[in-house]
């Protein structure tokens, strides 16, 4: 969809659907992962999501 496109939005703004990323610690570094692609499911899915490790 093009800017400007639809009367009820600015015309310097796009609109497009979320999907959900969750980062995932591999090794020393960190990877942002699609873990829900319900909002815009033309985005593959890398990972399901997973729980928050247990505060020591």
Known sequence: MAFGSQSNVP???ARTALVGG???Q???DFALKVV???GNSKVGVDAQLSPLPTPV
Do not use: L, P, R
Request: a negative charge; zero cysteines.
């Open 11 to 13: 015309k310097n703004v």
């Open 22 to 24: 969750q980062w995932d």
């Open 26 to 28: 591999v090794d020393n």
């Open 36 to 38: 829900n692609n319900s």
